[in-house]
C-alpha cells in the first residue's frame, strides 16, 4: 500500500485525528492539488524544522520558522510548493472535533505558536504512533487527544495575543470579537457596518473607536476583507462563474462584483483566477 493511500485510508476513519510521521507528510500535502490553492477540509497542524518554506494560507506566504508549529483553519486555502523539501510531523483534525467557538472566525492568518506548541504535538504524536506499532487500541484514545490538542494551541495563542490588559482593552476584545462572528454569519449578505451594530445593540462608532484602539482594521475594512478573501477562495477553488461568485456574495449583478472586487484588490476577478 503506497503511502498515499495508506493515509487516505486513515483520513476516512471516524477517529477525527491522523498523526502523520515523518514519511507521510509529503502524501499528506499532496493531498491538495498543487497547481492551484485547495480549501482545507480540516485543520491541520504541522511541526518542521523549516516551516513556511514554500507554503501558502489564504493567498499569504508563511514565514518561514524554525520548529514552530502552524495550525491551518478548516476552509483556509492551501497552497504548497511541492519543489521545496519539506520533513517534519502533520496532524489532521477533523471540522467537527473541534470544540464550536474555539477559534475566532472570519479574516485570520496561519496562527504560529511557538515552543511548547510544538513538543506537545510531536509528544502526542509519537505517543500514538507508537501505541500503534506495538498493537495498541490508539483509535480509542485519537477523539480525547486531538481535542487536547486544539485546546493547548487555542491557548497559546490566546495569551500569545492578551497578555495582562485593563477592563477597556477586555471590553473592546470582547466586542470584536462578537462583531467577527456576526459578520462570519452574515457577510455573504450583508456588508453595512450599521446593520451589525444594530444586531450588537451599539453604534457604529462604538465599534470603530474599539477597532482604532486595538490597533484593528476598521469595521468597514474588514467586512471588506472578509468578502474579498471569500471571493478569492471561491475563484480558485471552484469553478463557478465570475458571475456565480458574485451572487454567493450578495451582489445580484456581475459588474457590481467586479468593481468591487477591483476596489479592495486592484485585480479583475478574471485575471487573479488565471494566475494561479
Same mark, same amino acid.
Not at 510531523?89 to 472570519?106: E, H, K, M, N
Not at 492568518?109 to 506495538?134: F, I, M, N, Q, Y
Not at 495563542?157 to 470579537?177: F, I, K, M, P, V
Given at each position: 500500500?503506497?503511502?498515499?493511500? =495508506?493515509?487516505?485510508?486513515?483520513?476516512?476513519?471516524?477517529?477525527?485525528?491522523?498523526?502523520?510521521?515523518?514519511?507521510?507528510?509529503?502524501?499528506?500535502?499532496?493531498?491538495?492539488?498543487?497547481?492551484?490553492?485547495?480549501?482545507?477540509?480540516?485543520?491541520?497542524?504541522?511541526?518542521?524544522?523549516?516551516?513556511?518554506?514554500?507554503? =501558502?494560507?489564504?493567498? @499569504?506566504?508563511?514565514?518561514?520558522?524554525?520548529?514552530?508549529?502552524?495550525?491551518?483553519?478548516?476552509?483556509?486555502?492551501? %497552497?504548497?510548493?511541492?519543489?521545496?523539501?519539506?520533513?517534519?510531523?502533520?496532524?489532521?483534525?477533523?471540522?467537527?472535533?473541534?470544540?464550536?467557538?474555539?477559534?475566532?472566525?472570519?479574516?485570520?492568518?496561519?496562527?504560529?505558536?511557538?515552543?511548547?506548541?510544538?513538543?506537545?504535538? $510531536?509528544?502526542?504524536?509519537?505517543?500514538?504512533?507508537?501505541?500503534?506499532?506495538?498493537?495498541?487500541?490508539?483509535?480509542?484514545?485519537?477523539?480525547?487527544?486531538?481535542?487536547?490538542?486544539?485546546?493547548?494551541?487555542?491557548?497559546?495563542?490566546?495569551?500569545?495575543?492578551?497578555?495582562?490588559?485593563?477592563?477597556?482593552?477586555?471590553?473592546?476584545? =470582547?466586542?470584536?470579537?462578537?462583531?467577527?462572528? @456576526?459578520?462570519?454569519?452574515?457577510?455573504?449578505?450583508? %456588508?453595512?457596518?450599521?446593520?451589525?451594530?444594530?444586531?450588537?445593540?451599539?453604534?457604529?462608532?462604538?465599534?470603530?473607536?474599539?477597532?482604532?484602539?486595538?490597533?484593528?482594521?476598521?469595521?468597514?475594512?474588514?467586512?471588506?476583507?472578509?468578502?474579498?478573501?471569500?471571493?478569492?477562495?471561491?475563484? $480558485?477553488?471552484?469553478?463557478?462563474?465570475?458571475?456565480?461568485?458574485?451572487?454567493?456574495?450578495?451582489?445580484?449583478?456581475?459588474?457590481?462584483?467586479?468593481?468591487?472586487?477591483?476596489?479592495?484588490?486592484?485585480?479583475?476577478?478574471?485575471?487573479?483566477?488565471?494566475?494561479?
Amino acid at each position: 500500500m503506497s503511502t498515499a493511500t =495508506e493515509l487516505r485510508d486513515r483520513e476516512n476513519t471516524s477517529t477525527g485525528w491522523t498523526p502523520v510521521d515523518v514519511e507521510l507528510l509529503s502524501a499528506m500535502i499532496g493531498l491538495f492539488p498543487t497547481d492551484r490553492p485547495r480549501r482545507a477540509n480540516r485543520h491541520i497542524v504541522i511541526v518542521s524544522p523549516s516551516l513556511g518554506e514554500g507554503l =501558502e494560507v489564504d493567498f @499569504e506566504p508563511v514565514k518561514p520558522t524554525s520548529g514552530a508549529a502552524v495550525h491551518i483553519h478548516p476552509d483556509q486555502v492551501l %497552497r504548497f510548493d511541492p519543489s521545496v523539501d519539506v520533513q517534519g510531523i502533520a496532524v489532521t483534525v477533523d471540522r467537527d472535533a473541534c470544540p464550536s467557538g474555539l477559534f475566532r472566525p472570519g479574516v485570520y492568518h496561519p496562527e504560529v505558536a511557538l515552543g511548547s506548541a510544538e513538543s506537545v504535538v $510531536v509528544a502526542l504524536t509519537e505517543d500514538l504512533l507508537r501505541l500503534k506499532r506495538k498493537g495498541g487500541d490508539a483509535a480509542a484514545l485519537l477523539p480525547a487527544t486531538a481535542a487536547l490538542l486544539l485546546l493547548h494551541i487555542a491557548a497559546v495563542t490566546h495569551a500569545a495575543s492578551s497578555g495582562d490588559r485593563g477592563g477597556d482593552h477586555q471590553a473592546a476584545t =470582547e466586542l470584536l470579537g462578537r462583531f467577527r462572528s @456576526e459578520v462570519e454569519r452574515s457577510f455573504r449578505s450583508i %456588508r453595512l457596518v450599521s446593520w451589525y451594530a444594530g444586531e450588537l445593540g451599539t453604534s457604529a462608532k462604538t465599534i470603530s473607536r474599539a477597532a482604532a484602539g486595538l490597533g484593528y482594521p476598521s469595521p468597514k475594512e474588514f467586512i471588506d476583507e472578509r468578502v474579498t478573501l471569500e471571493a478569492k477562495r471561491l475563484l $480558485v477553488d471552484t469553478d463557478e462563474s465570475i458571475a456565480g461568485v458574485g451572487r454567493r456574495l450578495g451582489f445580484s449583478e456581475a459588474t457590481n462584483f467586479t468593481k468591487y472586487f477591483i476596489r479592495t484588490t486592484g485585480r479583475l476577478p478574471h485575471d487573479f483566477r488565471t494566475g494561479f
